[in-house]
């Protein structure tokens, strides 16, 4: 069974703009981490963010970590064309394993 | 550094013919993935491997896949028979030793199958 959900399923939005996606999870987790993956492309991993940790950033990236919720939001600021792609949480419970959701289709338009 | 390479990139066979891929890691990472995904869905574990040795195959429709890792470096992963549902793209990832903590994973290209 899928362990993260990401919402929402598409995203459309104007080139300077903030992308925000979100993703749930049903049970207690190591670490949780996003990829982005381009049309017909391998997945490109982008954060990975501990239990123990609450917010991280990379560039125009910003993640954030509810564990008391369950829930985890990627923020992409200042949206580029290049940006379009879907976008994956990926949960590990323990060890290495990755489960991840069914992703976001963002699409930002010039 | 180079990636995780993987071939054939697109692969078509009749149903009940049988198919292998291969996959090349990152030098240095001792733990290898096999992922299939379905047209529209995330990403689905089918096998990981630490070295040589599998540490993981629960999801791994072992009456029909094969999977293996000789010398702890590039793997081949086989169907055979495949079926019209193994339609998919097969994604090879890897990543350094397991840790507590969690490591990225690094993904190949992916081979794009077509059973028809």
């Known amino acids: 069974s899928q362990q993260g959900e990401e919402d929402p399923q598409a995203l459309s939005i104007q080139e300077g703009e903030n992308a925000t996606m979100n993703c749930s999870y049903k049970t207690s987790i190591n670490n949780l981490q996003w990829y982005r993956q381009n049309s017909g492309r391998g997945l490109v991993h982008l954060i990975l963010?501990?239990?123990?940790?609450r917010e991280k950033h990379s560039g125009r990236l910003r993640v954030t970590l509810d564990t008391s919720k369950k829930s985890s939001s990627l923020l992409i600021t200042a949206s580029r064309a290049a940006d379009t792609a879907s976008y994956f949480c990926a949960t590990a419970v323990s060890g290495s394993r990755l489960t991840f959701g069914e992703g976001t289709q963002l699409t930002v338009n010039p | 550094e180079a990636g995780v390479a993987q071939s054939p990139r697109y692969k078509i066979i009749e149903k009940r013919q049988s198919v292998a891929f291969w996959c090349n890691p990152i030098s240095g990472h001792a733990t290898l993935y096999w992922y299939q995904q379905i047209l529209g869905q995330g990403p689905k574990l089918l096998i990981q491997?630490?070295?040589?040795?599998?540490?993981?195959d629960s999801q791994l429709p072992k009456d029909r896949f094969s999977a293996e890792r000789l010398k702890g470096v590039d793997s081949t992963l086989k169907i055979q028979p495949a079926k019209l549902e193994d339609s998919a793209v097969y994604l090879c990832?890897?990543?350094?030793?397991?840790?507590?903590?969690?490591?990225?994973?690094?993904f190949g290209p992916g081979t794009r199958l077509t059973v028809t």
């Open positions: 963010i501990r239990s123990n940790e």
């Open positions: 491997f630490q070295n040589n040795g599998v540490v993981d």
């Open positions: 990832a890897s990543s350094l030793l397991i840790g507590r903590t969690g490591n990225p994973q690094y």
